[in-house]
């Protein structure tokens, strides 16, 4: 079992719609979770992070955390064609370095 | 402020060659770290500086990988004898003191091996 797991899609949406991305993990010890954008052929820019159970909203963004069921997920709500890109979770667990997902693929469709 | 610099963006190599990548982190970040990136996947970690220190190196691939940090700010990443499986993005990230605080990355060196 990889330590991140992401379906890697291609997920498309249309324009409006909301993009539902998930992610498990395996370390129990993960403690703080981030999403990172990346465009093709750039590097991944953070866009949310959560460290407590629940939901956290941020502009159309919204990470929900369970860590029992060692599960974390980030919605897009009115997505936007620029939103079109890949979404890695990387959860940051008792070594201080990020494990990656290998993302997924969203593309929304004008 | 100026965010992680990398350089060069782009290299071309030959088989055999030694390569030298530049990270300059943000200013005062007092973590830094360097990932190797393949097509298609999320970034693999290959090590991890406090200040000067190497406090982990368990992703380098190889003892062909080396990563220096002598001043606690600018590192770099060097590849002995190259092979073609090195080609790869290679991301350097930098992270200030204190919990919870994010990875910022820079655009990566995208390495080619001919």
């Known amino acids: 079992q990889k330590e991140v797991e992401q379906n890697s899609g291609p997920l498309s949406v249309p324009e409006g719609a909301i993009a539902s991305l998930n992610c498990t993990y395996s370390?129990?010890?993960?403690?703080?979770f981030f999403w990172y954008r990346q465009y093709s052929g750039k590097s991944p820019e953070l866009i949310m992070f959560i460290y407590s159970n629940g939901d956290k909203e941020d502009g159309r963004f919204t990470a929900q955390l369970n860590k029992a069921s060692q599960y974390v997920s980030l919605l897009i709500r009115d997505s936007q064609p620029s939103d079109s890109a890949t979404y890695l979770c990387?959860?940051?667990?008792?070594?201080?370095?990020?494990?990656f997902g290998s993302g997924t693929q969203l593309t929304v469709l004008p | 402020g100026a965010g992680v610099s990398q350089s060069p963006r782009y290299k071309v190599a030959k088989r055999g060659q030694d390569v030298a990548l530049r990270c300059d982190p943000i200013?005062?970040?007092?973590?830094l770290f360097w990932y190797q990136q393949a097509l298609g996947q999320g970034p693999e970690f290959l090590t991890y500086f406090q200040n000067e220190a190497q406090l982990d190196k368990s992703g380098l691939p190889s003892d062909r990988f080396f990563a220096e940090r002598p001043e606690g700010s600018v590192s770099t990443l060097k590849i002995q004898r190259t092979q073609q499986e090195d080609s790869a993005v290679y991301l350097c990230a930098s992270r200030a003191a204190g919990p919870y605080q994010p990875q910022h990355f820079g655009d990566g060196t995208r390495l080619s091996i001919l």
């Open positions: 200013s005062g970040h007092v973590s």
């Open positions: 370390d129990r010890g993960s403690q703080s």
């Open positions: 990387a959860p940051s667990g008792s070594a201080r370095q990020l494990t």
